[in-house]
């Protein structure tokens, strides 16, 4: 039988090793992309899960892009309108029910903002919504661990994902605020905010691609309280649900992201708090709080 020579030999193995750290590294490169990437994503956020007993009661502006976050036109528009937001029942068991109920609060959301984009003398167009039974990839990509709703930027498509579990169990307040808060990443793309956002995530390390993706959720979740102040004191939000919702959050919203991309819960908690309570697009920019605040 023939001998390898030993110089031959040691080629070979020096290209097997070559090969295999190189494989290595692109797993680790991957890892990164998937968890930290630059360009458009899927925008996810998670649903309220409901109390175990439901209460009964119940840019075209010329402006710099990082000027379009820090001091985007929208935030001097003073309390989104009030459009009488009525959707109506959610009762149990019903798809059918649940999409008249999340067209419906779209409608409501449409008619709020583009109100809005009035006041700030900025164009305005709505989102599409999609709902689904179960997990799809969007244009953006596939579809986030741990969310029940996506926003993507590529198609300007909110995704509902509506589980068994929820249509048995519907809690009204927590799907409305998940479809505000999808809507929320709409008002960032239409209006500009996210021009600033993707770019300068381009040029981020890994911790300030985190920052920012915590600046873009928080925000977005602002937004959603915002519009939920509209509703105050409704058989839709009333103080119990909302409070409960709250608290949620605050012990929950950070559970289900494998990474501080959406804040921890206090936080999530504290601009909900904020959003609610003030009513406007203006008490909500995180691009420009202390870095303490958006943690």
């Given amino acids: 039988m023939n001998s390898v020579p030993k110089s031959r030999l040691l080629t070979l193995v020096a290209a097997v090793l070559a090969l295999a750290l190189a494989a290595a590294a692109l797993v680790m490169v991957l890892a990164d992309v998937a968890t930290t990437s630059t360009g458009p994503a899927n925008e996810a956020q998670q649903y309220a899960s409901p109390p175990a007993k439901v209460s009964s009661e119940k840019s075209g502006t010329g402006l710099p892009s990082r000027t379009l976050a820090v001091a985007n036109p929208l935030y001097k528009t003073g309390r989104l309108t009030d459009v009488n937001c009525s959707p109506g029942d959610l009762p149990a068991g019903s798809m059918v029910a649940y999409r008249r109920f999340l067209t419906r609060v779209t409608a409501c959301l449409n008619k709020a903002w583009a109100a809005q984009f009035r006041k700030a003398e900025m164009p305005f167009s709505k ?169």
């Fill in 127 to 295: 989102p599409r919504l999609r709902i689904i039974t179960s997990k799809v990839r969007t244009p953006c990509g596939a579809w986030n661990t741990g969310a029940d709703g996506v926003y993507c930027s590529t198609d300007r498509t909110m995704y509902l994902m509506i589980s068994k579990a929820q249509l048995r169990n519907p809690f009204p307040l927590g799907i409305t605020r998940l479809i505000a808060h999808e809507y929320g990443h709409h008002v960032q793309q239409v209006s500009g905010i996210w021009s600033y956002y993707w770019a300068a995530r381009t040029s981020a390390g890994k911790a300030k691609r985190l920052q920012l993706s915590r600046n873009s959720e928080l925000q977005a979740e602002c937004f959603s309280s915002v519009f939920m102040s509209t509703m105050k004191n409704t058989p839709l939000v009333t103080p119990d649900d909302w409070q409960y919702t709250v608290n949620w959050f605050k012990k929950n919203g950070a559970k289900g992201w494998p990474q501080n991309d959406h804040g921890r819960g206090p936080t999530q908690a504290a601009w909900m708090t904020r959003g609610f309570q003030r009513g406007t697009p203006g008490s909500c920019n995180t691009w420009a709080a202390n870095p303490r605040n958006v943690t």
